[in-house]
């Protein structure tokens, strides 16, 4: 039997130090007779030498399109934005199965070139729940976030001034550790502890924004819970939110809800709401449930501001990749809890978790325009680039 091997790339987007495979991890399915071959990154908070001293491959940063066709292309976040057909079989968070801007032109580059999509947001167990996620590392460090810039905007020097960039932390307690001390130096200006909304309290994210609050001292009477009991007999705008100093979103929009918060609730002279962390972050979805900004925010840039009539200004956090915050930590939960289902990849037309995985694949694919079923958008391009064919 052929050995499978697995290709694990440096993730280019900025500031992304996150990694699908971990040094642990990779230790596993080295040990269950998998080949893995790991692209030497600058960025990824495992060092080259932590995965080479576990008996991988190193090998060049970027590689991965001159890979052997039958070699499986693992990494975390979507691609470069170029247009060249596709040829691996890619396991990879792509966001292009909800509708999202340009989603045709992701998805249809893998039909194109012959290549698959086994999409990670998308491998569920036997329940219908995802196999692995980042959702409670997401939710604490948008709280996290949301604290610190709720606190920076009370201090009257800040007027105006954007919040700065931020760095990853090394690990829970260094990103707690700085937003108590940010939180102290908030309340100089504040007249009570802030009251934190969070939507969708009893998933993982609701769970990690949740703790994280529990961890800088938030009272329970200043954290107010949402899930679907809450709404599913109301519609928004909700007062409740406007109400909030703090709302954290960690809902998975799975169809089409009535937006939780407006521009025109928030016009409302009830509003103390100066900062909303969008951990979902479905910016580009026609359905988006916070229709009050239209950009991703970044790392090096982590707020955008809404426009509004009175005091007190409002941001919008809208970071899609928030537990790079804390890549170490969350690589490793995710990492583990793929494990599993990566052990089975070199049966993957048997396995449930992956058939599954390639039949939405090519589901989705059906719902291409003729244009990009058909790969015209390539044809007209011209050449594939050499190496890549």
């Not at 998308?122 to 692995?132: S, T």
């Not at 899609?320 to 793929?338: K, N």
Request: charge should be negative; charged fraction near 25%; aromatic fraction near 8%.
């Amino acid at each position: 039997m052929a050995v499978t091997t697995l290709h694990l790339r440096s993730e280019c987007k900025p500031m992304e130090h996150r990694s699908a495979l971990t040094p642990k991890t990779t230790k596993e399915l080295l040990g269950a007779g998998y080949q893995v071959n790991v692209e030497r990154s600058p960025e990824r908070i495992f060092d080259d030498s932590e995965f080479e001293k576990v008996g991988a491959t190193l090998v060049p940063e970027g590689s991965w399109p001159e890979a052997p066709s039958d070699h499986l292309i693992i990494g975390l976040k979507e691609l470069p934005e170029e247009d060249f057909p596709l040829h691996h079989t890619h396991i990879q968070f792509a966001h292009c199965y909800k509708d999202q801007s340009n989603w045709e032109e992701v998805l249809s580059r893998f039909p194109s070139g012959s290549g698959t999509l086994l999409d990670l947001e998308f491998l569920n167990d036997e329940n219908g729940r995802r196999v692995a996620a980042f959702g409670y590392h997401a939710g604490f460090a948008g709280a996290a976030l949301a604290i610190m810039v709720w606190a920076w905007q009370l201090d009257p020097s800040n007027h105006n001034v954007p919040f700065p960039a931020v760095k990853y932390s090394k690990n829970e307690s260094d990103l707690v550790a700085k937003v108590k001390t940010s939180l102290q130096e908030g309340m100089k200006f504040a007249t009570a502890i802030p009251r934190v909304m969070v939507m969708g309290a009893l998933g993982r994210c609701g769970s990690g924004a949740l703790a994280l609050c529990s961890a800088v001292a938030i009272p329970e009477s200043s954290m107010l819970k949402w899930d679907l009991n809450e709404t599913k007999d109301r519609h928004g705008a909700y007062d409740e939110i406007i109400e909030s100093d703090i709302f954290v979103n960690c809902i998975y929009l799975s169809k089409p809800i009535p937006p939780f918060v407006s521009l025109e609730s928030l016009s409302s002279p009830k509003r103390k709401l100066s900062v909303v962390c969008d951990v979902s972050c479905d910016t580009t979805n026609p359905h988006n449930p916070i229709p009050i900004y239209n950009i991703c925010t970044t790392f090096d840039k982590p707020t955008v501001s809404v426009k509004v009539e009175r005091d007190p200004p409002l941001s919008v956090i809208s970071i899609d990749h928030l537990p790079s915050l804390l890549p170490r930590e969350a690589s490793q939960a995710f990492s583990d809890a793929l494990l599993p289902s990566l052990l089975k990849l070199h049966n993957r037309k048997q396995e449930r978790v992956w058939q599954e995985a390639e039949g939405l694949f090519k589901e989705k694919v059906a719902t291409l325009s003729e244009k990009w079923r058909q790969g015209k958008a390539f044809l007209a391009g011209g050449a594939i680039p050499i190496g890549r064919a």
